[in-house]
């Protein structure tokens, strides 16, 4: 039997594994940030037909969607009272929070420091 998304320890156990999921590929985008990064100029250097910037903005995406939606299922089932998963809840709630924070930082860092080099 399926388990239902209205049940609060339901909803503290994804919020953990979202919030896991979402490091992945915030982890993913700050390398492929850092690699690219001259610290000369103080740019994010990429060519123009290359695949750099979609596969950033991807990972960005990725990590932004599962982040926010682990921070909202812990939030939501944190203080419930039929909640048996509460330290769950509350570790989803702040992981979500925190690869938010990350990814946020990430995309305007990326969108003031692009530098884009023609081929």
């Known amino acids: 039997m399926a388990a239902s998304l209205r ?14 999921f979402s490091v992945v590929p915030g ?6 940030a850092l690699r690219n990064y001259e610290h000369e100029l103080g740019q994010i250097v990429y060519g123009e037909k290359g695949l750099f910037a979609p596969t ?15 921070l909202l299922l812990g939030w939501n089932s944190a203080g419930q009272r039929r909640n048996d998963r509460t ?7 702040f ?21 884009v080099q023609p081929a």
């Open 56 to 70: 950033l903005l991807a990972c960005i995406l990725a990590s932004l969607l599962s982040a926010v939606l682990s």
């Open 95 to 115: 992981l979500g929070g925190s690869v938010l924070t990350l990814n946020i930082v990430l995309l305007l860092a990326f969108w003031m420091l692009r530098l």
């Open 87 to 93: 330290v769950q809840s509350w570790i989803g709630f």
């Open 7 to 20: 049940r609060f320890d339901v909803q503290a156990k994804w919020a953990v594994v979202l919030g896991v």
């Open 27 to 32: 982890i993913s985008a700050v390398i492929l």
